[in-house]
């Protein structure tokens, strides 16, 4: 089992930043990705970014260059800078470990609202 604790979200004017940050514990298997999958209403989750236990990431291209994730051992972080009204959304981190077999874990989710 794997637990994800997130925090950060809130309510920002566009043009704004927020930082997002998900602490993962538990059995955590050193190959691993975590990483940042959104949801607006009437929406599609869909996935903001990711990074690898090697430091690869990824990122959906509408938040290119705006967002950066980051990670320090089991604890992954999303700064997002330059918010737009469309990044409103719960944001929900995950943990995907392929290689154990299991499912991806997911946290919480945390809102983020960005006002015009």
């Known amino acids: 089992q794997v637990q994800l604790v997130e925090s950060g979200g809130g309510l920002v004017q566009a043009g704004g930043s927020l930082r997002l940050s998900c602490a993962a514990s538990?059995?955590?298997?050193?190959?691993?990705?975590m990483g940042w999958y959104r949801q607006a209403p009437g929406k599609q989750r869909e996935l903001v970014a990711g990074?690898?236990?090697?430091?690869i990431t990824n990122y959906a291209d509408s938040v290119k260059g705006r967002f950066t994730i980051s990670r320090d051992k089991n604890t992954v972080y999303l700064q997002m800078n330059n918010l737009k009204p469309e990044d409103t959304a719960v944001y929900y981190c995950?943990?995907?470990?392929?290689?154990?077999?299991?499912?991806?874990?997911w946290g919480q989710g945390t809102q983020v609202t960005v006002s015009s």
């Open positions: 995950y943990y995907r470990a392929p290689r154990t077999g299991s499912p991806p874990y």
């Open positions: 990074i690898t236990s090697g430091g």
């Open positions: 538990g059995s955590i298997f050193s190959v691993n990705s």
